[in-house]
């Protein structure tokens, strides 16, 4: 069984790496095998990544850090069952190749194994 206040303290650490821009902390978080999806439109067009295990994810992480920087993150609500938890938040993402500045709510879809994510989905959409 996992110990909802492992999830609880997993979660804060993901979502201040990912604010922070700490690659490696990111990462440490991630099981070995893990599945990692993000599924979402920007300007009408859109986007999916899929990566598996943490070589894979390593270097979408990688990207995304580097491209987006986010800021004015709010947690809109989250709930945890045993293992599993979403996630709804909202954000200011900042295009650091473009400078454009998008409000964006997403959905985490995270599934926990040995207090490490072992799937992580995140759904996108600009408002």
């Avoid at 201040?16 to 821009?21: D, E, L, M, T, Y």
């Avoid at 440490?28 to 599945?35: E, N, P, Q, T, Y």
């Avoid at 598996?52 to 709010?74: D, Q, V």
């Avoid at 207090?115 to 408002?127: K, M, N, Q």
Wanted: neutral net charge; charged residues 25%.
């Amino acid at each position: 069984m996992v110990d909802r206040l492992q999830v609880e303290q997993l979660l804060q650490q993901l979502y201040a790496a990912r604010v922070g821009g700490r690659l490696d902390e990111l990462c440490a978080l991630f099981a070995d095998d893990a599945h990692f999806r993000i599924a979402g439109t920007s300007d009408g067009k859109p986007i999916a990544v899929a990566a598996r295990g943490i070589g894979e994810i390593r270097s979408w992480l990688a990207m995304m850090l580097k491209t987006f920087k986010l800021n004015r993150r709010e947690e809109l609500c989250s709930m945890i069952d045993g293992a599993r938890s979403a996630v709804h938040w909202r954000a200011d993402i900042h295009s650091r190749i473009t400078g454009a500045v998008v409000s964006t709510e997403l959905i985490d879809l995270i599934e926990v194994r040995a207090g490490r994510i072992l799937s992580y989905t995140e759904y996108f959409v600009p408002y």
